[in-house]
């Protein structure tokens, strides 16, 4: 219950594409759902964030997309870069608790 | 430098041996966490703080010893090694309990042969 699973592993995407990774969690007590970007050789750090009681969240060329009934959340990537290129995790963590539960990562890599 | 930063960036140690990695942020934050980055398994927690001398387990404690006698300083301790102890480890903080930015070091990459 206290998985979140993301998926997919790895995406290839051209430049100017649509990068889009998926995250599906169990837990219906998450209420704060982040993801982090992760450049190698870097610590992971905040890109955008998102609670239950909006469906969606932008930010610049970045958006997450929020289904709470199908318990699932996803982030776009517009226009990709060759500079997005990096690994990002989705997590989920509830109000008032300690712990934030990470997904496995998503490598990207933006072709030129 | 404001920051967190973490001691050292690699390390190889020998199954069996004591080896301590440290972590220093500069920000005061209350809350302080130890993380594991393993491919394949993202990352995990292995002990988090709330406050000096307040000390938790996570998911993967086991082999490993925390302290936090100072707010700034919290310290991962592998007590006997082991090749499974192999990973990146992540310390991070945060300015408040749960649902918030969490400020990540840059990881310590340790091996254990």
């Known amino acids: 219950q206290q998985q979140v699973k993301q998926s997919p592993q790895s995406l290839i995407v051209q430049k100017g594409g649509i990068s889009i990774i998926n995250c599906a969690y169990e837990?219906?007590?998450?209420?704060?759902f982040p993801w982090y970007q992760q450049f190698p050789g870097k610590g992971p750090a905040l890109l955008i964030a998102?609670?239950?009681?909006?469906s969606e969240k932008k930010e610049g060329r970045f958006t997450i997309s929020f289904n709470k009934s199908a318990k699932q959340f996803s982030l776009h990537i517009m226009d990709s870069q060759p500079g997005d290129s990096a690994t990002y995790f989705c997590?989920?963590?509830?109000?008032?608790?300690?712990?934030?539960?990470f997904g496995a990562g998503t490598r990207l890599f933006v072709k030129a | 430098d404001a920051g967190i930063t973490q001691s050292p960036r690699y390390k190889i140690t020998e199954t069996g041996r004591q080896v301590t990695l440290m972590c220093h942020q500069t920000?005061?934050?209350?809350?302080m966490f130890w993380y594991r980055q393993d491919l394949g398994h993202g990352l995990r927690l292995i002990y988090y703080?709330?406050?000096?001398?307040?000390?938790d387990k996570g998911e993967v404690p086991d082999g490993y010893v925390v302290s936090r006698s100072k707010t700034e300083n919290f310290p991962l301790t592998l007590e006997s090694a082991t090749r499974s102890q192999t990973s990146v480890y992540f310390c991070?903080?945060?300015?408040?309990?749960?649902?918030?930015?969490?400020?990540f070091g840059q990881g310590t990459r340790l091996t254990v042969v």
């Open positions: 920000w005061s934050h209350s809350y």
């Open positions: 997590a989920a963590s509830i109000s008032g608790g300690f712990k934030t539960i």
């Open positions: 703080s709330a406050a000096a001398d307040i000390t």
């Open positions: 991070a903080s945060s300015e408040y309990r749960g649902a918030t930015e969490a400020f």
């Open positions: 998102i609670r239950p009681d909006v």
């Open positions: 837990n219906t007590a998450f209420d704060y």
